[in-house]
């Protein structure tokens, strides 16, 4: 396959004026995947073999966070290279992205790649800095989806979503080799995200499998205030609930979500439907001859959550392999970066919980796994790296693989010497988090905070004044954490005896990080 050429703009070093070979970017991005299931970060629910191989073939990265943990948010950060406060899309409910800002897509663009975005953009305006793109409106459907198109018509496709987004993936990466231009092909799926609709030919897959508990699936939330004033209880029937979620469905008695999950089923063909309905009616059965109630039906939910969302994923690794194979057969795996990861981590029965936006790890987290092109010009690393990366680096890297200038007001950094087997020494030590949807679904209060390299972790929720409107608790309150001897973020230290050092440190440490990215929450609680 022929590798695209450029000769670089005047103001690059002589050095860097040679023509150098700009490399392809296939960036596949899920949206609630996390690293307790994958099988390259964690062996003990799931096997993903495919996921896996672009770790084995390239590297993992065993400390990459967001900035935001939630999903237009963390778009945003990602395409802008800046923490949320700057690039204007803080929260996924009143936000409506600002398409004529700088973004990486765009200088990718003016760098001489063609550009292209297929799935979940969730940035609500019309995508700007993509020579193509083809986008599912919202969240989209698993079932039959909808799909927008560059001219703003929407249709409707047979299939199953995930499989569908990697043909026309495969479809546009072979159209555009016929340009000769190098590509960055933004791949973002829906898969695995709520209510886990499974592919029906793995309707049963995982279904003899029982999931071990997380050990602090009964937190009881002591010194965390946030923690325990949450909504997103895999016990709660109001949070996750027996029908969309667990797909047991009682005609007599719907929760909020049975009118969408029923409007997601009737989006099935009568044969699939069938298979469907044999399938889940048989499971409603049997729950209903069970009678279960309290620590059973929660641990119930726990199984059934687990089951399907592993079923999704399975779905998600296939197609990750077809991918694969697809830049083997055609060559592109020479001149191609290959990236995965999520939009952020989410919870697994960790604390009782599914869905994200915390900053505790789990969700803070997010899988991120790369391959540099099979014929890199340059040394490239192999196996972990562990230096702290954030989804604002992203840009920066892409960037920088294209020879392309990256703009001072980034807020990321390359990961580009870490690629090439580099260990900086003036590597980051700490990264700065910032959430805010709130009041909203799930209630998670607004927060942000600092976690340093050497695993403590300072964080502070605050109000805002819609709550009062809102009438929940109010909760301003500060929580520690050392995670090297509390990795599961059990016991807030903060106040306690004999951390007041720890706590100066952090404090110092997250006020240097306000500044230097200017978020504006320093003038409302401002550090002394
Ligand atoms: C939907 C889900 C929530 C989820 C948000 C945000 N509810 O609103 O559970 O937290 O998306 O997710 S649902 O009833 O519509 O399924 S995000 O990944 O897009 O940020
Ligand atoms: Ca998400």
């Not at 100066?504 to 978020?519: A, S, V």
Request: with cysteine; net charge negative; glycine share 6%.
């Amino acid at each position: 396959m022929k590798k695209a050429f450029l000769t670089l703009a005047v103001a690059l070093p002589a050095v860097a004026m040679a023509q150098r070979t700009q490399y392809n970017v296939l960036y596949i991005m899920t949206d609630d995947h996390t690293a307790q299931m994958m099988s390259c970060y964690d062996k003990t629910n799931v096997v993903t073999p495919n996921l896996d191989r672009i770790a084995q073939d390239g590297v993992r990265f065993v400390n990459s966070f967001v900035a935001n943990s939630l999903s237009g948010p963390s778009r945003a950060c990602m395409i802008t290279g800046k923490h949320s406060h700057a690039n204007g899309f803080t929260n996924n409910e009143h936000g409506i992205f600002d398409g004529s800002q700088q973004t990486m897509p765009k200088l990718l663009q003016a760098a001489g790649y063609s550009t292209a975005l297929i799935g979940k953009w969730h940035l609500i305006s019309t995508p700007t800095g993509f020579d193509h793109y083809e986008i599912i409106p919202g969240q989209g459907e698993y079932y039959n989806p909808t799909f927008i198109t560059m001219d703003g018509k929407t249709h409707v496709e047979q299939g199953y979503l995930t499989n569908l987004l990697t043909d026309k993936a495969i479809n546009w990466m072979n159209e555009q080799q016929k340009t000769g231009k190098p590509f960055a092909l933004f791949l973002h799926e829906k898969a695995c995200h709520r209510d886990w609709l499974p592919e029906i030919k793995y309707l049963r897959e995982y279904e003899d499998v029982t999931f071990p508990l997380p050990h602090n699936f009964n937190d009881t939330y002591e010194g965390r205030l946030a923690a325990g004033d949450q909504e997103m209880n895999i016990a709660s029937n109001e949070d996750m609930t027996m029908d969309y979620d667990c797909k047991i469905y009682d005609p007599a008695n719907p929760s909020r979500l049975g009118p969408t999950y029923l409007a997601y089923l009737g989006r099935l063909n009568s044969r699939d439907r069938a298979a469907y309905d044999m399938f889940y009616d048989s499971l409603a059965i049997d729950f209903r001859s069970r009678h279960l109630e309290g620590q059973a039906l929660k641990e119930y939910k726990y199984q059934r959550f687990m089951r399907d969302y592993a079923k999704v994923l399975k779905t998600f690794d296939d197609n990750v392999g077809r991918l694969l194979a697809y830049l083997d057969e055609t060559g592109l795996s020479k001149n191609t970066l290959v990236v995965y990861t999520s939009d952020q981590g989410f919870y697994m029965g960790e604390h009782g919980w599914f869905d994200k936006r915390f900053m505790y790890e789990e969700s803070f987290n997010t899988p991120l796994v790369m391959r540099m092109p099979t014929e890199y010009d340059g040394p490239v690393a192999h196996g972990d790296i562990t230096e702290m990366v954030q989804n604002i680096d992203y840009a920066p890297t892409f960037l920088d693989l294209a020879g392309a200038p990256i703009p001072e007001d980034m807020h990321g950094v390359s990961l580009l010497p870490l690629l090439e087997g580099q260990h900086p020494k003036d590597w980051r030590q700490s990264l700065y988090y910032h959430y805010y949807e709130y009041p909203a679904e799930h209630k998670v209060r607004r927060h942000y905070g600092v976690r340093t390299a050497d695993g403590w972790k300072l964080v502070h929720f605050y109000p805002v004044e819609e709550e009062n409107q809102y009438g929940a608790q109010q909760i301003d309150a500060w929580e520690l954490y050392d995670l090297n001897t509390d990795p599961h973020e059990m016991s807030n230290l903060f106040g306690q005896k004999g951390y007041e050092k720890q706590t100066k440190r952090l404090m110092k440490e997250l006020k240097k990080l306000q500044l230097q990215y200017n978020d504006p929450i320093l003038e409302t609680y401002p550090i002394k």
